[in-house]
């Protein structure tokens, strides 16, 4: 059920309560959803959404266009759309792994996606990587921090723990198996899909 826009709400409280039968939602929520929007947004101007969107905004338009063409970039699937890679990787990895906390069960599978013989076969760990941040993700630093607050006590807790021993354990694998040494951070996908899913936003939704 979608319902009319409330003027007095904020952004993220204005998605929450929209997508939301009863319109409810917590202050903590309504926060962490504020903080995903303005780490996606606004990133130095340099991936390709912010800097479209800034583009367009300098010709004068509104702000409804703005917006729009910086979603449009974000259609783009060298652009967009890398947490539902991750959401994807991670149900494959619970699917074939019996106890999420034995850390030897989880590096094994993560071994066979490395070899293209698990998830999609491209032999990529989602979530892993960046072309510029190589010690942390600044991003993905607030994102965790911020998101593990929200899902303690929740059904969602167990997957952030999950997620955060293949966040550990990928690169000693990637050096292990690949030969490839060179320093590995999880970036803002590995979390933002699992910080949508606790929020209840619907998949088609995700960056």
Same mark, same amino acid.
């Given at each position: ?12 409280? #204005?998605?929450? #309560? ?7 939602? =917590? ?21 390709? #959404?912010?800097?479209?969107? $800034?583009?367009?905004?300098? =010709? *004068? ?14 259609? *783009?699937?060298?652009?967009?759309? +890398?947490?539902?890679?991750? /959401? ?22 993560? =071994? ?9 076969? #491209? ?20 994102? !965790? ?5 929200? +899902? ?8 952030? $723990?999950?997620?955060? =021993? ?11 198996? !690949? *030969? ?9 996908? /590995? ?8 929020? *209840? ?7």
């Amino acid at each position: 059920v979608m319902h009319p826009i409330n003027l007095d709400e904020s952004l993220a409280e #204005s998605i929450l #309560s929209t997508l939301r039968d009863n319109r409810e939602y =917590t202050k903590e929520e309504a926060k962490l959803l504020d903080l995903c929007l303005m780490l996606h947004a606004e990133h130095g101007g340099g991936n390709n #959404s912010t800097f479209t969107c $800034r583009c367009v905004t300098s =010709t *004068g338009t509104d702000a409804y266009a703005a917006y729009a063409s910086a979603i449009s970039a974000l259609k *783009g699937p060298r652009h967009g759309g +890398a947490n539902i890679k991750v /959401m994807e990787m991670l149900n494959c990895i619970e699917n074939g792994v019996k106890n999420w906390e034995n850390e030897g069960e989880v590096a094994d599978f993560l =071994t066979k996606i490395l070899n293209k013989e698990e998830n999609d076969h #491209s032999g990529l760990i989602y979530g892993m990587g960046h072309a510029v941040y190589t010690l942390s993700d600044p991003r993905a630093v607030q994102l !965790k921090k911020s998101a593990l607050k929200l +899902a303690k006590g929740t059904e969602v807790e167990a997957e952030f $723990r999950l997620l955060d =021993t293949i966040e550990r354990l990928t690169p000693q694998l990637f050096a292990k198996n !690949k *030969g490839d040494i060179k320093t590995m951070c999880a970036n803002v996908d /590995m979390y933002s899909g699992l910080v949508y899913k606790l929020l *209840g936003i619907p998949v088609e939704m995700y960056t």
